[in-house]
């Protein structure tokens, strides 16, 4: 979960990796360094922290000259964020330098070898082992001591490397960890998301697993495991860097908050011609659907609990069971799946360690995989049978806000394409619910336009430590979101409950001056819902409720109330969210928190 670049060209090397690391600290903001070859040695700079602590410990770049070298911004998994810890790592004899993302497994039964041999650590991280494999096996030909190293190692790796003895090379290797390469004129990249390359190129090659690349200023060269030269397609980056670029908002999260009306309308808009829905190259006729017994959603985090949202609308309009498994539970459990299964995969990156786990183990057993993920190119993407891109732009705050909402919109597409497919649906009926799909955008708007009073309720709320969502079917899976992007941003300890469990146990949790913030969005279950509300209430709690304009009830029972535009109940959950999100943001900002780089968490969890 670190972020890693690397450059060759005619330009400066520093401010370039510099550049790159910037938009790559999403991934990871513990530490930072860079290594620039420079007349034939290694000039290094590295530091505890983020990225504006390397900047001024280089001068933004001016103190390490030369025109190759690499980069690396960390998320700590061994060892404690120190000086000495963070990337990149050198070999003994200071001929290579080395950064990575990912986990080498057997670092510890290599640094005993090696131990044994004479070199010596300086750092607690699995990293340091393989600029010292290297050293070991190099005789003259930094591609075979890269293969020979490479071949030794368990895990998920991507690395870096320079070496002193070829200034002109950078080494590019990938193996179950995101990298990209990026061609220019005159000058060649590498990163671990577009991110990093688009402000000098829109020209990408996206490497698969045991590939390599050798990376020099007049070419790339990428090779398969074996070293054999392989010819690999240039993908166009469709997007350019003011989409990376926090546009004028505080922080990216607000931004990307604020996006999703567009966000929404960019997945529905290419979705939808002559009235039907056309999900891109995905398709499965009647016979097919009919073929398959169960749907198997999986996912980590909030993209999980986009499925839990979307299970909703796919079991009541398809009739089909549909069960939702967070991807790190359902690579162990031995999963009951066959070619009766389709598996939808959830993933705003696509790289996703456990998620891709899961869903080879689910492949191995014959199930046909849908993935819905964001990045172009993904692992994700490229491992499944059929994929749906979100087309949701760039999301840079490591808290999901678009990712999932555009998300759930491809998941409500799949469920009213689907019920149709099965003829569970009439035609009046996929119309009515594609006509309220298509209202969506405009909806997500007004409610944002709606709820300007969303910083004021944080500022009332922000000094409390616990805070409970209570909801019913629909309404808890945008509880279980909106509880997750409290505690992800603010550190305040949230928990979402599904509603009639409030007497087996959670009520106990209630005391005067709790909030409790209570959807009432699922009118068919609007009663019920407001006797927990009496419930919270009369043990002191005090409830924010969520609720669509124009329900009158509600002000007789909540101390404070968020209004959303009235949408088919179904779909309401897409707009349920954002004013959570909104709330979650503005208690972050109210307690000072680093809301776009919370502490302990990286955006993409490219390792177990």
Known sequence: MCGIVGYTGTQAAAPVLLSGLSKLEYRGYDSAGIAVLNEGKIGLAKVKGKIANLMELTDSGKNVPGFAGIGH?????????????????????????????????????????????????????????????????????????????????????????????????????????????????????????????????????????????????????????????ITKPISRITWDIEAAEKGGYDHFMLKEIMEQPRAVQATIDPRIKNGRIHLDDFEMDSAEFKNINKIVITACGSASYAGQAGRYAIEKLCRIPVTVELASELRYADPLI????????????????????????????????????????????????????????????????????????????????????????????????????????????????????????????????????????????????????????SYVHAEAYAAGELKHGTIALIETGTPVVALCLNEALAEKTMSNIIEVKARGAEVIALAFKGNTEIIKKADDIVYIPRTEPLFADVLAVLPLQLFAYYVAKERGCDIDKPKNLAKSVTVE
């Not at 179950?176 to 990026?182: A, E, Q």
């Open 338 to 489: 066959d070619e009766h299964t389709l598996l939808i995969v959830l993933s705003q990156s696509g790289e996703t360690a456990d998620t891709i786990a899961a869903m080879k183990e689910c492949k191995e057993r014959g199930a046909r995989v849908l993935s819905i993920v964001n990045v172009v190119g993904s692992t994700i993407a490229r491992l499944s049978d059929d994929t749906l891109y979100t087309w949701a732009g760039p999301e840079i705050a490591v808290a999901t806000t678009k990712g999932y909402t555009t998300q759930l919109i491809l998941l409500y597409l799949f469920a009213i394409y689907a019920a149709d497919k099965l003829g569970r649906i009439d035609s009046a009926e996929y119309d009515r619910l594609l006509s309220e799909i298509r209202k969506i955008p405009n909806l997500l708007q007004r409610t944002i336009d709606m709820n300007h009073d969303v910083p004021a309720l944080a500022k009332k709320y922000y000094t409390h430590n616990d805070v409970y969502f209570i909801g019913r079917n629909t309404d808890y899976a945008a509880c279980m979101e909106g509880a997750l992007k409290l505690k992800e941003i």
């Open 73 to 229: 911004t960390r998320w700590a998994t061994h060892g404690a964020p120190t000086d000495v810890n963070a990337h990149p790592h050198i070999s003994s004899d200071g001929r290579f330098a080395i950064v990575h993302n990912g986990i080498i497994e057997n670092f510890a039964v290599l640094r005993d070898e090696l131990t044994a041999k004479g070199y010596e650590f300086l750092s607690d991280t699995d990293t340091e082992v393989v600029a010292h494999l290297i050293e070991m096996y190099y005789t003259g030909n930094f591609k075979a001591a890269v293969m020979k190293a490479v071949s030794r190692l368990e895990g998920s790796y991507a690395l870096g490397i320079v070496c002193t003895d070829e200034p002109e090379t950078v080494f590019a290797v990938r193996e179950k960890s995101p990298l990209i390469l990026g061609a220019g004129i005159g000058e060649n990249f590498f990163a671990s998301d577009v991110t990093a390359l688009v402000a000098y190129t829109k020209n990408a090659i996206y490497l698969e697993d045991g590939e390599f690349a050798e990376v020099k200023p007049d070419g790339i060269t990428v090779y398969d495991a074996a070293g054999r030269e």
